[in-house]
């Protein structure tokens, strides 16, 4: 009954590679984002999704990428992977992106760039 | 540009109150949220403060002043389990989406 989770929860990788991080939730939202958190726990959006459309696509280099195959998932490829990178990535959705627009969050990704 | 503060640490015994504080700069405000992160886990939303005045929601309530942009999440009765990283986050219309504030890291000892 996992609300929204994500795959996988820990990924170490060199600098260079390709990875994808998936998402998906079960709850019915229409908007899904996509927050990186650093090692000082600064949590930062990075994109937006309401129903498979790009809403809001923050300073985030082009080497990441999300994809929205329906509204019930939105995954995160990134390309060209740099140690900076390293952070925890967490998805969310929220029903409607008005009033306390309440997000609900995935368990995480933990990415390790070596 | 937006920007939010407050309080890097704070300490508190189990059974006690404390408040912590967050002061907001923004265009187009809308409102303000708390969400608590423990260690290893994933911001999960407390509260929301729409209009001025006092939420409460079980041992936690939260506060909001428009017009002095501040706000703050009051844990009453604390218990260990309280230990958590508390992050503010200004709503502004438009968009609707949290920008969150550096978190609060607050330690409640036995």
């Known amino acids: 009954d996992t609300a929204v989770s994500q795959t996988p929860k820990y990924l170490v990788t060199q600098m260079g590679n390709d990875k994808s991080i998936k998402c998906e939730q079960n709850?019915?939202?229409?908007?899904m984002y996509w927050y990186k958190q650093d090692s000082k726990k600064f949590l930062k959006i990075m994109f937006s999704?309401?129903?498979?459309?790009?809403?809001i696509n923050e300073t985030v280099p082009n080497r990441f990428s999300p994809k929205s195959p329906d509204k019930a998932h939105l995954n995160l490829h990134i390309n060209s992977l740099e140690l900076g990178d390293s952070a925890v990535y967490f998805c969310a959705s929220s029903p409607r992106a008005s009033g306390s627009n309440e997000q609900y969050f995935g368990p995480g990704t933990r990415l390790t760039v070596t | 540009g937006q920007s939010l503060e407050q309080p890097s640490e704070v300490t508190a015994v189990e059974g006690a109150i404390v408040q912590i504080n967050c002061t907001y700069q923004?265009?187009?405000?809308?409102?303000l949220s708390w969400y608590q992160q423990h260690d290893g886990g994933a911001p999960t939303f407390l509260s929301y403060n729409g209009l001025d005045g006092l939420e409460e929601t079980g041992r936690f309530s939260s506060f909001l002043s428009r017009s002095d942009s501040y706000g703050y999440l009051l844990l009453q009765e604390l218990q260990m389990k309280d230990s958590a990283s508390y992050f503010c986050?200004?709503?502004?219309?438009?968009?609707?989406?949290?920008?969150f504030g550096r978190g609060t890291s607050l330690i409640v000892h036995p």
């Open positions: 999704y309401n129903n498979k459309e790009l809403i």
């Open positions: 923004t265009s187009g405000f809308y409102g």
């Open positions: 709850l019915g939202h229409d908007t």
């Open positions: 986050a200004v709503i502004s219309g438009g968009s609707y989406i949290p920008t």
